[in-house]
């Protein structure tokens, strides 16, 4: 049982490259979530999902595309890359919304 | 969802118990309080959550007043890893199955 997880784990791009997160559960949850995290700031909701084929915005939807086409994956997709993207980012899922299980993180830099 | 209030910074000696307040003034009836902590660079985890009731886990304990308005998460036995960002959020975690994190508490735990 791996939990969640996040590939890759490290990414340095140029600006206005592209780019596709994976996350993935074996948990077998409803909802999944992306946030990102800025240095000394908390999690932000970039967009979720509250099952397979459903997605919504969150808190910081701009410049990311999301998609939820099987239940056990949760795809972050950055069409246009910007240095204001450098960030580190978290994917978790939940049965519930309020337990939420996170995965390791992926550092992404956009020079 | 109720705005939370952290103390940005505390300290614990290793071994002694550390109470981490929260300050959740506006909490309305059916919103919980929920705790998650951030160990450096890692990604965040579900402590414990409640209504009205104290609850306890084999990680922590939560106290609720009363009123609601406040809490405290109490770590009975700190120890050098539980060094972390705690996060204190209260929400209904209603129609939207999310959470919104603050900035949290940085306990440090000191041998």
């Known amino acids: 049982n791996a939990g969640v997880t996040q590939t890759p784990k490290f990414r340095v791009l140029k600006t206005g490259q592209s780019m596709t997160l994976l996350c993935a559960q074996d948990m077998n949850h409803e909802y999944m979530y992306w946030y990102r995290q800025d240095p000394g700031m908390g999690l932000r909701l970039i967009h979720y999902?509250?099952?397979?084929?459903?997605?919504a915005k969150g808190e910081v939807p701009d410049g990311y595309n999301v998609s939820r086409l099987k239940k056990q994956n949760f795809l972050l997709g950055l069409e246009s890359a910007a240095p204001s993207q450098t960030s580190v980012y978290f994917c978790a899922s939940s049965n519930t919304g309020y337990e939420q299980y996170f995965g390791p993180g992926t550092r992404l830099t956009v020079t | 969802d109720a705005k939370t209030t952290q103390p940005p910074s505390m300290d614990c000696a290793e071994g002694r118990a550390a109470n981490l307040p929260c300050n959740h003034s506006t909490i309305s009836g059916n919103e919980y309080v929920y705790w998650y902590r951030q160990i450096h660079s890692q990604g965040p985890q579900y402590i414990i959550h409640g209504l009205k009731n104290n609850e306890t886990n084999e990680m922590a304990s939560l106290i609720i007043t009363e009123d609601r308005k406040s809490s405290t998460l109490i770590l009975p036995h700190a120890t050098l890893r539980d060094t972390a960002v705690y996060y204190c959020?209260?929400?209904?975690?209603?129609?939207?199955?999310?959470?919104?994190f603050g900035k949290g508490t940085l306990l440090t735990v000191n041998p």
């Open positions: 999902s509250v099952g397979e084929g459903t997605t």
């Open positions: 959020i209260a929400d209904s975690g209603g129609s939207n199955y999310k959470l919104t």
